[in-house]
């Protein structure tokens, strides 16, 4: 029932398409990007809810107030604590060794706003577990929902990363003056 309502709301409401050409995984990091405004979390889980999937994802721990912190952990929201220095990627890898299934979805840039450096953790929870790396993008110029490349990590996390921000350069967020891709030497 839920699948159907967002498979016509997305697809057929809203005007969204896909271009999914690679397998779909059971246990996977999804990458996504750009991030440039709240409405990538709907549109997000809108879509992986009208092709009929859940995925986990991070949110920093101030979104998981009441009620809005219950609706997020039964959604599958990781609540992060930015100012703890454990390592949230050890206990996450350890989670998608002993899952039957595990599908995370992280946004590399880490915030909405503009940064020229990618965070690397959703690369190093992918090494841990052996997890493939899907590449999704959301690009609201063409309301089309991407994801045509997979990494599996080789654990040369430049080159690999090298890939990743070349993937990426080609989509436009919601407010594109608030994304950028790294420039790897």
């Known amino acids: ?17 896909e271009q999914v050409t690679v397998p779909r995984y059971n246990k996977c ?3 996504v990007a750009p991030h440039t405004s709240n409405w990538d979390f709907l549109i997000a889980e809108i879509y992986y809810r009208a092709i009929g999937r859940t995925a986990g994802f991070l949110m920093k721990k101030e979104w998981f107030f009441w009620p809005l912190g219950n609706l997020f952990r039964r959604m599958g929201g990781i609540a992060v604590e930015r100012s703890r220095h454990t390592s949230l990627t050890d206990q996450l890898a350890e989670k998608a060794l002993n899952s039957e299934r595990f599908e995370l979805a992280v946004t590399p840039e880490g915030t909405r706003s503009l940064v020229h450096t990618w965070k690397r953790g959703f690369y190093f929870i992918a090494l841990k577990a052996g997890l493939p790396i899907m590449l999704y993008a959301i690009d609201y110029e063409k309301k089309l929902i991407v994801c045509t490349k997979t990494i599996h990590p080789s654990g040369d ?15 436009k967020g919601r407010h594109p003056e608030k994304f950028a891709v790294e420039e790897m030497s």
């Open 157 to 171: 996390v430049e080159a690999d990363m090298r890939v990743i921000m070349d993937y990426y350069r080609a989509f």
């Open 29 to 31: 990091i999804i990458c």
């Open 1 to 17: 029932m839920l699948q159907t309502i967002c498979r016509k709301l997305f697809f057929g409401v809203m005007g969204w398409r």
